[in-house]
């Protein structure tokens, strides 16, 4: 494995096994088995984010940002459903949200400040950003209408919510589908980003992995995601009353960020290396992949494997973190350039709302 991550990441698989092993000999550990899953599930969306990168190689920056986007929101998917099937709505929410303003504000904005600190200006497509950021002002407003329904319309409403987030995921699944083909075929242009020259010249000196070998190891990956998401999930509630932290917050902020590895260094590595349109591809791509299509497609789900029907109806803290997220996104990429300091103003934003989060009731 040594050859697949960083070393300073190859010591926290030995957490995969030690999660496995404290979930069967001590199920009453709740908070380390909390903890040791956390750091388990790290190296392994690291993996599949080294399997996804190796596969973006053979493709342009549009597919390879959609391609990291779906397979780095994988860890993500699997925990949601796990709570999902548990009935803990409530962290299915928390950490959609913590999702998509952690890869705007957190992911983004780490990217832009580890390649702004090695190039002083960094340009991107500015017409396939501000596309992006259109599709996240959707995915604001798709909080938005359920959440003012909820609030506004009455006692009525109540009855009448689940089919309401029903059609309104249908109309996001269309949606969605609809962006993938402006993307990837009508409008590629849009989002090719460098020079295929450039890109290359940065990583002409590591060898591609073969088709099969990144297949095989993103398969690996994923079971191994699965199993230990369980265990993380069966977890959290217990975990969070001994860390003194609400279950919003642990969504939001603690398991967000851990489905969220994957993103990280690949949106990073891409930013280092001068590859904006990556980069900027991976971070707006996963929150735009999170809002239109996991949501929608997690309210089907809980049709089939629910307790009961999930609707979209979410907090009021966590719609203003979407729609402050999606509105400093649209800011920071209007102009098709970017620099550190945009990255430090992304960061601050995304500081603020974990202490927002940390601290409601």
Same mark, same amino acid.
């Given at each position: 494995?040594?050859?697949?991550? $960083?070393?300073?990441?190859?010591?926290?698989?030995?957490?995969?096994?030690?999660? *496995?092993?404290?979930?069967? !000999?001590?199920?009453?550990?709740?908070?380390?088995?909390?903890?040791?899953?956390?750091?388990?599930?790290?190296?392994?969306?690291?993996?599949?984010?080294?399997?996804?990168?190796?596969?973006?190689? $053979?493709?342009?920056?549009?597919?390879?940002?959609?391609?990291?986007?779906?397979?780095?929101?994988?860890?993500?998917?699997?925990?949601?459903?796990?709570?999902?099937?548990?009935?803990?709505?409530?962290?299915?929410?928390? +950490?959609?949200?913590?999702?998509?303003?952690?890869?705007?504000?957190?992911?983004? @904005?780490?990217?832009?400040?580890? /390649?702004?600190?090695?190039?002083?200006?960094? $340009?991107?497509?500015?017409?396939?950003?501000?596309?992006?950021?259109?599709?996240?002002?959707?995915?604001?407003?798709?909080? *938005?209408?359920?959440?003012? =329904?909820?609030?506004?319309?009455?006692?009525?409403?109540?009855?009448?919510?689940? @089919?309401?987030?029903?059609?309104?995921?249908?109309?996001?699944?269309?949606?969605?589908?609809? +962006?993938?083909?402006?993307?990837?075929?009508?409008?590629?242009?849009?989002?090719? @980003?460098?020079?295929?020259?450039?890109?290359?010249?940065?990583?002409?000196?590591?060898?591609?992995?073969?088709?099969?070998?990144?297949?095989?190891?993103?398969?690996?990956?994923?079971?191994?995601?699965?199993?230990?998401?369980?265990?993380?999930?069966?977890?959290?509630?217990?975990?969070?009353?001994?860390?003194?932290?609400?279950?919003?917050?642990? /969504?939001?902020?603690?398991?967000?960020?851990?489905?969220?590895?994957?993103?990280?260094?690949?949106?990073?590595?891409?930013?280092?290396?001068?590859?904006?349109?990556?980069? *900027?591809?991976?971070?707006? /791509?996963?929150?735009?992949?999170?809002?239109?299509?996991?949501?929608?497609?997690?309210?089907?789900?809980? =049709?089939?494997?629910?307790?009961?029907?999930?609707?979209?109806?979410?907090?009021?803290?966590?719609?203003? !973190?979407?729609?402050?997220?999606?509105?400093?996104?649209?800011?920071?990429?209007?102009?098709?350039? +970017?620099?550190?300091?945009?990255?430090?103003?992304?960061?601050?934003?995304?500081?603020?709302?974990?202490?927002?989060?940390?601290?409601?009731?």
């Amino acid at each position: 494995m040594s050859k697949y991550l $960083k070393p300073s990441l190859n010591w926290l698989l030995v957490c995969v096994p030690a999660t *496995i092993i404290l979930e069967h !000999a001590s199920p009453g550990w709740h908070a380390t088995i909390f903890v040791v899953a956390c750091l388990a599930i790290i190296p392994l969306a690291g993996l599949l984010g080294h399997a996804t990168e190796h596969l973006a190689e $053979k493709t342009g920056e549009g597919i390879g940002g959609l391609l990291n986007a779906t397979f780095g929101n994988a860890a993500e998917l699997i925990i949601a459903l796990m709570a999902l099937q548990q009935g803990l709505y409530d962290v299915v929410k928390a +950490s959609l949200t913590g999702s998509i303003i952690g890869n705007i504000l957190l992911v983004m @904005g780490a990217s832009f400040l580890t /390649g702004g600190l090695r190039h002083k200006a960094q $340009k991107f497509n500015a017409a396939g950003a501000r596309s992006q950021a259109n599709m996240l002002t959707l995915a604001a407003i798709s909080l *938005i209408v359920p959440a003012a =329904y909820h609030h506004l319309g009455g006692k009525e409403v109540l009855t009448r919510e689940a @089919g309401l987030s029903l059609e309104i995921s249908l109309i996001l699944l269309v949606t969605y589908g609809l +962006s993938l083909l402006f993307s990837l075929r009508t409008h590629r242009h849009l989002f090719v @980003g460098a020079p295929a020259g450039v890109a290359e010249l940065s990583h002409a000196h590591k060898p591609c992995w073969s088709l099969g070998r990144s297949l095989g190891l993103l398969a690996v990956s994923t079971v191994l995601v699965g199993w230990i998401s369980e265990i993380l999930v069966g977890a959290i509630t217990p975990a969070a009353e001994t860390f003194g932290m609400t279950g919003v917050f642990v /969504g939001v902020i603690v398991v967000a960020i851990i489905g969220n590895a994957a993103e990280h260094s690949s949106a990073i590595l891409a930013a280092m290396k001068n590859r904006m349109d990556l980069s *900027i591809g991976i971070a707006i /791509g996963s929150s735009i992949q999170i809002a239109l299509f996991v949501a929608p497609a997690l309210v089907l789900a809980s =049709y089939a494997i629910g307790p009961r029907p999930m609707d979209l109806v979410f907090t009021i803290p966590e719609v203003l !973190a979407v729609v402050l997220a999606a509105a400093i996104a649209a800011q920071v990429t209007i102009d098709g350039e +970017s620099d550190w300091l945009e990255g430090v103003q992304l960061l601050s934003v995304y500081a603020i709302l974990a202490l927002v989060f940390y601290f409601l009731p």
